[in-house]
């Protein structure tokens, strides 16, 4: 009797532990949603679903690393649209210089207009160090350093360009000098190739958009301050850097661009008011003022330019976005009809399991009133 007792209790204690290992099994199936375990349950449909996974998983950072990008390219559309806004607002340097050129206007009314100017350079220089979070967005691949500096000399104002090349240990300055050349105001650069370096610096990410196997579709996420000012994009430049003109072309550029232009009518002014003039010098000075006027609207069309171009990475971004939410909720949707557990026949399942589980206690609580007699007869 008492082997007979020892055998059935063994038997019945193995027999609870696979019901209630099958009632685990079916409470795991709600609450993860998985209608396996593991791969030895259903290998190819296991794998399967790993892959989608997989794909799934890569999907949702490419959603939130675009999230990222896109505010960092807003910002940089901003700082473009307010650097035109400097250049053409109603109270802009357009108007301020065209005031300038009227023959009635006073000395008082110039030196107010050159330190307004003056201010305009800097608010140039901040609209090129604007951040989003810790990204300086115009320092290309240095994103630690403020890239743009302005001081005002008695030969003219200097414009350090800021900037740690990959590699490098500490950051490289390169002056900008606008000085006089003649009749008129050129920028002297300290270091033309490591500037022409900077500019070459591109940041293309796989966002989703183009392929990673050629690296000329995917988008450039960045603009460096120099590109803005210029409007020589990071692929031009590439192209350029062995050509012998390129540094020229560079150097025209900057002297024509937002802040080069605000520079040479303060100085034309600051030369105007602070040198013995004779009669036809406020005629010449009104010359001078009148071509940067022109070159001004030519400024204005190079950052159109460059922010049509911000404009339209974003769009890419927000369309590939959209796209990217589509694809992951297409893959969670394989990826239920692979692996994913129908709640409604889990939650029968578990209430079956349940049941079964408490019958089988019930029974065992039967099996364990027998008492010390029984081993004894």
């Known amino acids: 009797m008492r082997v007979t007792n020892a055998s059935t209790y063994r038997n019945f204690t193995s027999s609870v532990n696979n019901v209630h290992l099958s009632l685990n099994k079916s409470m795991n199936k709600i609450s993860s ?3 396996y375990e593991k791969s030895a349950d259903a290998p190819l449909a296991y794998y399967e679903g790993k892959k989608i996974d997989g794909i799934y998983q890569d999907t949702l950072t490419k959603t939130s690393l675009i999230k990222d990008i896109s505010n960092r390219i807003y910002q940089q559309e901003l700082g473009a649209r307010s650097i035109q806004e400097i250049l053409s607002s109603s109270g802009g340097a357009k108007n301020k210089v065209q005031f300038a050129m009227t023959d009635t206007t006073s000395d008082a009314s ?3 207009v050159m330190e307004d100017l003056l201010q305009k350079q800097q608010e140039i220089v901040d609209s090129l160090n604007v951040q989003y979070s810790d990204y300086f967005v115009f320092g290309g691949n240095d994103y630690k350093n ?10 003219g104002p200097v414009l350090t360009y800021t900037h740690q090349f990959t590699g490098d240990t500490a950051p490289t300055e ?19 190739a490591k500037l022409q370096q900077a ?12 392929t990673i196997f050629d690296h000329s579709t995917l988008i450039d996420t960045f603009t460096g301050g120099l590109n803005l000012l210029t409007g020589i994009t990071s692929d031009k430049a590439i192209s350029r850097a062995s050509d012998p003109t390129f540094a020229d072309d560079i150097l025209e550029k900057l002297n024509s661009s937002a802040i080069g232009l605000v520079g040479k009518a303060t100085q ?19 010359e001078k003022l009148k071509v940067v006027l022109t070159e001004m ?19 890419l971004l927000e369309t590939t976005e959209s796209r990217l939410n589509t694809k992951a909720d297409n893959l969670k949707k394989q990826y239920s009809d ?22 089988a206690l019930k029974v065992g609580s039967q099996l364990m009133s027998s008492s010390l007699f029984d081993f004894v007869r």
Not at 180 to 187: I, L, P, V
């Open 297 to 315: 609207t030519g400024a204005e069309q190079t950052l159109s330019t460059v922010y049509s171009d911000l404009g339209n990475k974003y769009r």
């Open 146 to 155: 403020a890239p743009f500096s302005l001081k005002q000399t008695d030969a």
């Open 33 to 35: 949603g998985e209608l």
């Open 268 to 286: 034309y002014i600051s030369d105007y008011l602070n040198s013995p003039r004779t009669a036809d010098d406020n005629a010449k000075m009104d």
């Open 174 to 192: 390169i002056t900008l000098s606008l000085q006089k050349t003649g009749d008129t105001y050129e920028y002297v650069v300290s270091d033309m």
């Open 338 to 359: 692979k692996l994913g557990a129908d709640p409604y026949e889990a939650i029968m399942e578990m209430y079956n399991n349940n049941y079964a589980y408490n019958a």
């Open 110 to 112: 110039l030196q107010t």
């Open 199 to 210: 500019m070459t610096e591109q940041g293309r990410i796989d966002v989703g958009y183009g």
